[in-house]
Protein backbone atom coordinates (compact mmCIF):
# COMPACT_ATOMS: atom_id res chain seq x y z
CA UNK A 1 0.00 0.00 0.00
CA UNK A 2 1.10 3.67 -1.00
CA UNK A 3 0.79 5.02 2.32
CA UNK A 4 1.05 9.21 2.35
CA UNK A 5 4.01 9.32 4.75
CA UNK A 6 2.91 12.94 5.44
CA UNK A 7 -0.85 11.99 6.47
CA UNK A 8 0.38 9.98 9.57
CA UNK A 9 2.16 13.36 10.72
CA UNK A 10 0.18 15.22 13.72
CA UNK A 11 -0.95 18.99 13.10
CA UNK A 12 0.85 21.82 15.30
CA UNK A 13 -1.58 23.56 16.56
CA UNK A 14 -0.88 26.88 18.84
CA UNK A 15 -1.80 29.62 21.05
CA UNK A 16 -0.14 31.88 24.03
CA UNK A 17 -2.26 29.95 26.28
CA UNK A 18 -5.23 27.73 27.44
CA UNK A 19 -7.72 29.85 24.41
CA UNK A 20 -6.54 27.49 21.58
CA UNK A 21 -8.02 24.16 23.26
CA UNK A 22 -11.07 25.85 21.77
CA UNK A 23 -9.89 25.37 18.54
CA UNK A 24 -8.49 21.86 19.06
CA UNK A 25 -11.00 20.75 20.77
CA UNK A 26 -13.30 21.61 17.38
CA UNK A 27 -10.20 19.81 15.67
CA UNK A 28 -10.68 16.41 17.41
CA UNK A 29 -14.64 16.62 16.86
CA UNK A 30 -14.26 17.47 13.37
CA UNK A 31 -10.92 15.41 12.67
CA UNK A 32 -10.85 12.51 15.00
CA UNK A 33 -8.05 10.63 13.15
CA UNK A 34 -5.75 13.37 13.22
CA UNK A 35 -3.16 13.65 15.89
CA UNK A 36 -2.38 16.65 17.31
CA UNK A 37 1.00 18.46 18.99
CA UNK A 38 -0.74 21.67 21.09
CA UNK A 39 1.31 24.67 22.15
CA UNK A 40 0.42 26.94 25.05
CA UNK A 41 2.61 29.43 25.50
CA UNK A 42 1.62 29.82 29.00
CA UNK A 43 4.76 32.17 29.67
CA UNK A 44 4.50 34.62 27.98
CA UNK A 45 0.85 35.08 27.69
CA UNK A 46 -0.94 37.39 26.93
CA UNK A 47 0.24 38.59 23.30
CA UNK A 48 -2.61 40.90 23.29
CA UNK A 49 -1.06 43.38 24.83
CA UNK A 50 2.54 42.63 23.36
CA UNK A 51 4.82 44.70 20.32
CA UNK A 52 4.07 43.49 16.70
CA UNK A 53 7.68 42.64 16.81
CA UNK A 54 7.32 40.73 19.77
CA UNK A 55 4.22 38.55 18.79
CA UNK A 56 6.02 38.04 15.38
CA UNK A 57 9.19 36.62 17.41
CA UNK A 58 6.96 34.54 19.69
CA UNK A 59 5.23 32.24 16.56
CA UNK A 60 8.65 32.13 14.73
CA UNK A 61 10.05 30.14 17.88
CA UNK A 62 6.86 27.96 18.13
CA UNK A 63 6.33 27.60 14.51
CA UNK A 64 10.26 26.02 14.41
CA UNK A 65 8.86 24.07 17.99
CA UNK A 66 6.08 22.53 16.32
CA UNK A 67 8.44 21.88 13.18
CA UNK A 68 11.13 20.22 15.36
CA UNK A 69 7.87 17.71 16.02
CA UNK A 70 7.70 17.10 12.42
CA UNK A 71 4.51 18.23 11.82
CA UNK A 72 2.61 18.65 8.66
CA UNK A 73 0.36 21.77 8.91
CA UNK A 74 -0.03 24.26 11.52
CA UNK A 75 -3.33 25.96 12.95
CA UNK A 76 -2.54 29.52 14.44
CA UNK A 77 -5.24 29.07 17.03
CA UNK A 78 -4.46 32.50 18.26
CA UNK A 79 -6.64 35.45 17.05
CA UNK A 80 -3.75 37.89 17.76
CA UNK A 81 -0.35 36.19 16.62
CA UNK A 82 -2.80 35.08 13.19
CA UNK A 83 -3.64 38.76 12.83
CA UNK A 84 -0.14 40.31 13.30
CA UNK A 85 2.36 37.39 12.70
CA UNK A 86 0.24 34.60 10.07
CA UNK A 87 1.18 37.07 6.90
CA UNK A 88 4.43 37.62 7.99
CA UNK A 89 5.73 34.36 8.09
CA UNK A 90 3.43 32.50 6.31
CA UNK A 91 6.05 32.39 3.42
CA UNK A 92 8.86 31.69 5.18
CA UNK A 93 7.23 28.16 5.82
CA UNK A 94 7.29 24.73 3.81
CA UNK A 95 3.88 22.95 5.41
CA UNK A 96 0.52 24.61 4.98
CA UNK A 97 -0.87 26.56 7.92
CA UNK A 98 -3.88 28.40 9.01
CA UNK A 99 -5.08 31.09 11.28
CA UNK A 100 -8.85 31.88 13.01
CA UNK A 101 -9.47 34.96 11.55
CA UNK A 102 -10.38 34.70 8.03
CA UNK A 103 -12.47 31.45 8.68
CA UNK A 104 -14.44 33.69 11.69
CA UNK A 105 -14.74 36.64 9.48
CA UNK A 106 -16.32 34.72 6.63
CA UNK A 107 -18.97 33.48 8.63
CA UNK A 108 -20.20 36.63 10.59
CA UNK A 109 -20.17 38.31 7.17
CA UNK A 110 -22.40 35.20 5.84
CA UNK A 111 -24.74 35.33 8.67
CA UNK A 112 -25.47 38.96 9.64
CA UNK A 113 -29.38 39.75 8.45
CA UNK A 114 -28.89 43.62 9.29
CA UNK A 115 -25.17 43.76 8.43
CA UNK A 116 -23.82 45.40 11.63
CA UNK A 117 -21.35 42.96 12.94
CA UNK A 118 -19.25 43.30 16.64
CA UNK A 119 -15.95 42.08 17.14
CA UNK A 120 -14.35 41.74 20.69
CA UNK A 121 -10.24 40.29 20.56
CA UNK A 122 -7.39 41.44 22.17
CA UNK A 123 -6.09 44.85 21.81
CA UNK A 124 -3.91 43.91 18.82
CA UNK A 125 -6.13 42.21 17.02
CA UNK A 126 -8.52 45.51 17.49
CA UNK A 127 -5.79 47.74 16.56
CA UNK A 128 -4.50 45.48 13.13
CA UNK A 129 -7.98 45.91 12.11
CA UNK A 130 -7.80 42.87 10.45
CA UNK A 131 -11.08 41.80 10.84
CA UNK A 132 -12.78 44.46 9.55
CA UNK A 133 -10.54 44.40 6.48
CA UNK A 134 -11.67 40.55 5.93
CA UNK A 135 -15.68 41.03 6.58
CA UNK A 136 -15.03 44.03 4.01
CA UNK A 137 -13.62 41.25 1.46
CA UNK A 138 -16.71 39.69 2.06
CA UNK A 139 -19.17 42.20 2.14
CA UNK A 140 -18.40 46.05 2.10
CA UNK A 141 -21.80 47.51 3.24
CA UNK A 142 -21.20 45.54 6.47
CA UNK A 143 -20.90 47.71 9.15
CA UNK A 144 -18.38 46.99 12.05
CA UNK A 145 -17.79 47.56 15.73
CA UNK A 146 -14.87 46.30 17.16
CA UNK A 147 -14.05 46.53 21.43
CA UNK A 148 -10.62 45.50 23.22
CA UNK A 149 -11.21 43.27 25.50
CA UNK A 150 -7.71 43.14 27.81
CA UNK A 151 -8.98 41.87 30.94
CA UNK A 152 -10.89 38.76 29.42
CA UNK A 153 -7.53 36.55 28.52
CA UNK A 154 -6.36 36.92 32.33
CA UNK A 155 -10.00 35.99 33.73
CA UNK A 156 -9.76 32.94 31.61
CA UNK A 157 -6.58 32.18 32.10
CA UNK A 158 -7.07 32.43 35.73
CA UNK A 159 -9.95 30.12 35.54
CA UNK A 160 -13.21 32.45 36.35
CA UNK A 161 -15.47 31.58 33.72
CA UNK A 162 -18.54 31.66 36.16
CA UNK A 163 -18.03 34.64 38.46
CA UNK A 164 -19.32 38.30 39.27
CA UNK A 165 -16.04 39.49 38.68
CA UNK A 166 -15.85 38.24 35.24
CA UNK A 167 -19.04 39.42 35.03
CA UNK A 168 -18.98 42.94 35.57
CA UNK A 169 -15.92 43.35 33.58
CA UNK A 170 -18.09 42.02 30.57
CA UNK A 171 -20.78 44.35 31.17
CA UNK A 172 -18.48 47.40 31.23
CA UNK A 173 -16.62 46.15 28.01
CA UNK A 174 -20.40 45.40 26.03
CA UNK A 175 -21.95 48.53 27.47
CA UNK A 176 -21.31 50.34 24.41
CA UNK A 177 -21.97 47.76 21.45
CA UNK A 178 -24.74 46.84 23.28
CA UNK A 179 -26.25 50.25 22.07
CA UNK A 180 -24.95 49.40 18.11
CA UNK A 181 -27.96 47.42 17.20
CA UNK A 182 -25.84 44.52 16.10
CA UNK A 183 -27.06 41.12 15.55
CA UNK A 184 -23.83 39.00 15.56
CA UNK A 185 -20.87 39.48 17.53
CA UNK A 186 -17.57 37.29 17.02
CA UNK A 187 -15.61 35.76 20.06
CA UNK A 188 -12.26 37.47 18.39
CA UNK A 189 -10.19 35.76 20.59
CA UNK A 190 -9.40 31.69 21.46
CA UNK A 191 -10.04 32.37 24.97
CA UNK A 192 -13.35 34.16 24.64
CA UNK A 193 -15.86 31.07 23.70
CA UNK A 194 -14.73 29.75 27.33
CA UNK A 195 -16.77 33.02 28.59
CA UNK A 196 -19.88 32.29 25.80
CA UNK A 197 -22.61 32.06 28.28
CA UNK A 198 -21.34 35.48 30.42
CA UNK A 199 -20.95 36.78 27.16
CA UNK A 200 -24.10 35.87 25.79
CA UNK A 201 -26.21 36.74 28.48
CA UNK A 202 -25.40 40.23 28.86
CA UNK A 203 -25.18 41.17 24.98
CA UNK A 204 -28.30 39.51 24.81
CA UNK A 205 -30.20 36.46 22.79
CA UNK A 206 -30.83 38.93 20.06
CA UNK A 207 -27.03 38.49 19.14
CA UNK A 208 -25.68 35.42 17.64
CA UNK A 209 -22.38 34.45 18.93
CA UNK A 210 -19.13 33.65 16.31
CA UNK A 211 -17.23 31.14 17.33
CA UNK A 212 -14.22 30.79 14.36
CA UNK A 213 -13.31 27.63 16.06
CA UNK A 214 -15.76 25.62 14.11
CA UNK A 215 -15.12 26.99 10.73
CA UNK A 216 -11.56 26.72 11.28
CA UNK A 217 -11.74 22.92 11.65
CA UNK A 218 -13.67 22.91 8.59
CA UNK A 219 -10.91 25.06 6.59
CA UNK A 220 -8.51 22.85 8.07
CA UNK A 221 -9.97 19.93 6.57
CA UNK A 222 -10.64 20.88 3.49
CA UNK A 223 -6.77 22.09 3.36
CA UNK A 224 -5.76 18.73 4.53
CA UNK A 225 -7.52 17.27 1.72
CA UNK A 226 -6.61 19.60 -1.15
CA UNK A 227 -3.21 18.93 -0.15
CA UNK A 228 -3.18 14.99 -0.17
CA UNK A 229 -2.24 14.74 3.82
CA UNK A 230 -5.33 13.79 5.97
CA UNK A 231 -5.00 11.49 8.00
CA UNK A 232 -7.63 8.40 7.01
CA UNK A 233 -9.40 5.79 9.15
CA UNK A 234 -6.77 3.41 9.03
CA UNK A 235 -3.91 5.77 11.00
CA UNK A 236 -6.47 5.80 13.60
CA UNK A 237 -4.03 5.78 16.77
CA UNK A 238 -5.02 3.68 20.17
CA UNK A 239 -2.73 6.17 22.38
CA UNK A 240 -0.50 9.30 22.18
CA UNK A 241 -2.86 10.83 19.53
CA UNK A 242 -2.68 14.20 21.00
CA UNK A 243 -0.09 15.95 22.82
CA UNK A 244 0.64 19.13 24.97
CA UNK A 245 3.59 21.37 25.82
CA UNK A 246 3.60 24.41 27.59
CA UNK A 247 5.99 27.85 28.50
CA UNK A 248 5.70 27.44 31.90
CA UNK A 249 3.74 25.57 34.94
CA UNK A 250 2.04 22.51 33.49
CA UNK A 251 0.12 21.51 36.23
CA UNK A 252 -2.32 24.90 35.98
CA UNK A 253 -2.58 24.10 32.46
CA UNK A 254 -3.61 20.35 33.00
CA UNK A 255 -5.85 20.87 35.27
CA UNK A 256 -7.94 23.42 32.78
CA UNK A 257 -7.27 21.41 29.82
CA UNK A 258 -9.37 18.65 31.61
CA UNK A 259 -11.93 20.74 32.28
CA UNK A 260 -12.69 21.59 29.04
CA UNK A 261 -11.00 18.62 27.18
CA UNK A 262 -13.33 15.65 26.21
CA UNK A 263 -11.09 13.46 27.28
CA UNK A 264 -8.47 13.41 30.47
CA UNK A 265 -5.12 14.79 29.62
CA UNK A 266 -2.08 12.47 31.86
CA UNK A 267 1.19 14.07 30.93
CA UNK A 268 1.87 17.76 29.72
CA UNK A 269 5.55 18.49 28.77
CA UNK A 270 6.97 21.82 29.72
CA UNK A 271 10.02 23.14 27.52
CA UNK A 272 11.69 26.49 27.48
CA UNK A 273 10.67 28.46 24.10
CA UNK A 274 13.24 31.02 24.03
CA UNK A 275 16.06 27.54 23.02
CA UNK A 276 14.04 27.63 19.32
N1 LIG B 1 -6.15 33.56 22.63
C1 LIG B 1 -5.43 34.53 21.92
C2 LIG B 1 -6.24 35.20 20.86
O1 LIG B 1 -7.04 34.51 20.26
C3 LIG B 1 -4.46 35.40 22.64
C4 LIG B 1 -4.89 36.14 23.81
C5 LIG B 1 -3.74 36.81 24.47
O2 LIG B 1 -2.75 36.13 24.75
O3 LIG B 1 -3.80 38.03 24.71
O4 LIG B 1 -6.11 36.36 20.56
Known amino acids: MNINKDSLAPIGVFDSGVGGLTV ?4 IRQLPNEKIVYFG ?20 QIIRFLKSKNVKAIVVACNTASAIALEEIRDEIDIPIIGVVKPGAKVAAANTKNKRVGII ?7 SNIYTNVIHENDKDITVFGKACPLFVPLVEEGLLEDSVTDEIAKRYLEELKTKDIDTLI ?3 THYPLIRKTVGRIIGDNVNLVNPAYETALSLKELLIEKGIAAGDEHQYENEMYEFYVSDIAEKFKKFANSIMPFNIDYIHQINIEEY
Do not use: H, M, Q
Not at 24 to 27: L, S
Not at 41 to 52: E, F, L
Open 121 to 127: ATEATIN
Open 41 to 60: DTARVPYGSKSKENIIRYSR
Open 187 to 189: LGC
Open 24 to 27: AREI
